[in-house]
């Protein structure tokens, strides 16, 4: 037996030195891009303090390009994580919260709470991890019961979809609302909104998340034996099950009420790095947080270079890449 | 009389539909124990609830003289392991990974792999003879090979008892053969107490220590195999033309179903 196989604590460092360079590359590029656009040097001026760096620029990189990155970094993390989640519990390669229908509760859950006037901390959040409890739950019931539980979790998650979408164009026509105009920049993901202190509220809710779902991590591996074996290793299903999926739905509902119901984040990053670096959940944890991050903060990127004028939702970079993905995956699950 | 796992007196309906009645028996350490029966008749629901993880409504299920309810789900973990009928194979863990996973009750909630691991791994491969397998991934296996693999997993997981459903079901003659004798010296060798249920009254014949033969969620029979398999008791629980002779093989039962096609009539 060759003995060249790093142990798994060696993997995780790996691997998460390895995407944290990256993340950090696509990050300087991230905030050296924008329509004012200050080369790579004047950011680096800005980002060391130095005294060559002008003050308007300056402005520009840590209020407005800075929390974006970061903004980003964190909203893509918890959308690959809240795949990779969903993945394993409901042992389907397609599963993930906006296809799943667990964003669009929460973008429900979300207006209802803007048309109330609630801050965006804590009272839109809640109700959007509102709705997506929801919705979760009704999937669950939804999708219970049924032999080929695959497809009828998919099945439900489209409907809800559907619904949820109704249900949000019902309440935009309602309502002549101030507070909704530019509700369709967001229903497509958008990261334009962010400033530095409700990003810090963000980062210190979700980081705590982040690691309870690594502590599940060798758990989720178990899960995958099937129920049965999983359960006579010593995992507790009821508990871990519920445990997973709460956080999960709480993160993504949280960047939800943030920037909008961003799709398909959550499939192609778990998918890919499975390929690259093997089906472990305890490197695919770190993996898709920092991985994802930079995923998004690429895709952020591209919605603000590609268009002429202006900049499109990120929401659309990442439908365009991962929507023709899920629909690989969907045939080749099929076989 | 010390047994490693006794169920007193179980039943269990799903819905209003019975499946278990007032089940009772006893296992006895050390020994090897096959629960056979027609189709539909509760043993897979026998398993999982010999296994921890199935609901009843009345009885007890004690296992190594302690009432199941008193053991945590890790300390039952390491106990009890379970192999499944079905064993998975859409993932892509290498072999060595998955047996690796049967260490999980002793270790931390990470798993991280430690050296006592690292050797009795290395004992559990060279037993079920995967060790050349070691680095092969899961899903390019054939049955036979995974299920050895499985096989090992729960080894390492060092329990006293070792739950195996229908192990055999998917598997050509050699293989077949070789999992029951895998078995039957873990039981020799480590003094496992190894409980099967299968469908193949043969080889439950020449393998099994005693056997439980059940019909429609009742116990029909349960002894050794010259009590159990008879031609009475056979008819009554799978209700076709069966042939009962001795083998040529040794002093245990052979059973051979008979054709409706030779027109053969008692």
Redesign the interface.
């Known amino acids: 037996?060759?003995k060249d196989?790093p142990?798994?604590?060696k993997r995780i460092l790996f691997v998460s030195l390895f995407l944290t360079l990256l993340l950090g590359a696509v990050g300087f590029l991230g905030i050296s891009t924008g329509s004012s656009g200050s080369g790579f040097r004047a950011v680096w001026w800005a980002l060391v303090n130095d005294s060559r760096s002008d003050p308007m620029s300056a402005a520009i990189i840590w209020h407005i390009r800075f929390p974006r990155v970061i903004l980003a970094a964190l909203v893509g993390a918890t959308l690959s994580l809240g795949g990779l989640v969903f993945q394993a519990l409901l042992?389907n390669p397609l599963a993930e919260p906006y296809i799943l229908g667990v964003s669009g509760g929460s973008a429900i859950g979300a207006i209802i709470g803007i048309l109330m006037g609630f801050s965006r901390f804590p009272g839109v959040s809640m109700t959007a991890f509102g709705g997506s409890m929801a919705t979760l739950l009704l999937l669950l019931l939804m999708s219970s019961g049924h032999s080929k539980f695959k497809d009828s979790l998919l099945l439900s998650g489209v409907m809800v979809n559907a619904f949820a979408g109704a249900i949000i164009m019902f309440l935009m026509s309602m309502t002549q609302d101030s507070r909704l105009h530019n509700i369709m920049f967001w229903l497509m993901g958008d990261l334009s909104l962010a400033d530095m202190h409700q990003i810090g509220i963000l980062a210190l809710v979700l980081l705590p998340c982040f690691g309870l779902i690594f502590?599940?991590?060798?758990?989720m591996?178990?899960l995958?034996?099937?129920?049965?074996?999983a359960?006579?290793?010593?995992?507790?299903i009821r508990y871990v099950t519920v445990a997973l999926l709460v956080t999960t739905s709480f993160m993504v509902s949280l960047t939800v009420s943030y920037c909008g119901p961003v799709g398909f984040v959550g499939l192609v990053m778990p998918h890919l790095l499975?390929l690259v670096i093997?089906?472990?959940h305890?490197t695919l944890v770190p993996a898709c947080i920092i991985g994802g991050g930079s995923y998004m903060v690429f895709c952020d990127i591209l919605s603000r270079v590609l268009p002429e004028q202006g900049e499109m939702p990120a929401g659309v970079v990442t439908a365009l890449v991962g929507a023709p993905l899920f629909i690989y995956l969907l045939k080749r699950s099929g076989r | 009389m010390k047994s490693a796992l006794a169920v007193h007196d179980v039943s269990y309906a799903y819905g209003t539909t019975s499946i278990l009645k007032n089940i009772s028996f006893s296992v006895q350490k050390g020994s090897f124990y096959i629960i056979i029966g027609p189709n539909g008749s509760g043993k897979t629901t026998l398993m999982?609830i010999m296994?921890?993880?199935g609901k009843f409504e009345k009885g007890a299920v004690e296992i190594m003289d302690r009432p199941c309810g008193q053991y945590s789900?890790?300390e039952?973990?390491?106990t009890?392991?379970?192999v499944?009928q079905?064993?998975?194979d859409?993932?892509?863990?290498t072999v060595?990974?998955?047996v690796l996973?049967?260490r999980?009750?002793h270790q931390g909630?990470?798993?991280?792999?430690r050296k006592e691991d690292g050797k009795i791994l290395?004992k559990a491969m060279a037993f079920t003879g995967i060790?050349h397998l070691?680095?092969r991934k899961i899903d390019q296996l054939s049955g036979g090979e995974r299920q050895r693999v499985?096989i090992a997993?729960a080894i390492c997981?060092e329990p006293r008892i070792i739950?195996l459903d229908e192990p055999t079901a998917a598997l050509d003659l050699a293989h077949q053969v070789r999992i029951m004798d895998l078995m039957e010296q873990l039981k020799n060798e480590k003094g496992v107490t190894v409980i099967m249920v299968s469908h193949d009254i043969n080889l439950a014949a020449m393998y099994g220590d005693r056997l439980l033969l059940l019909k429609e969620g009742r116990i029909v029979s349960q002894g050794p195999a010259g009590e159990v398999l008879t031609f009475e008791t056979l008819e009554k629980a799978y209700g076709c033309l069966l042939l009962v002779d001795e083998s040529p093989l040794g002093a245990f039962p052979r059973v051979t179903p008979v054709p409706h096609k030779l027109n053969l009539e008692i």
Do not use: C, W, Y
């Open positions: 037996m060759p196989v142990g798994i604590t042992r502590r599940f991590s060798h758990s591996n178990l995958l034996m099937g129920q049965e074996v359960e006579t290793m010593g995992v507790n499975r093997g089906p472990d305890r | 999982k296994a921890g993880s789900r890790r039952l973990a390491r009890i392991a379970f499944p079905n064993i998975p859409d993932f892509s863990f060595r990974e998955v996973m049967g999980s009750p909630v990470l798993g991280l792999e290395k060790e070691a680095h499985f997993r997981q739950l």
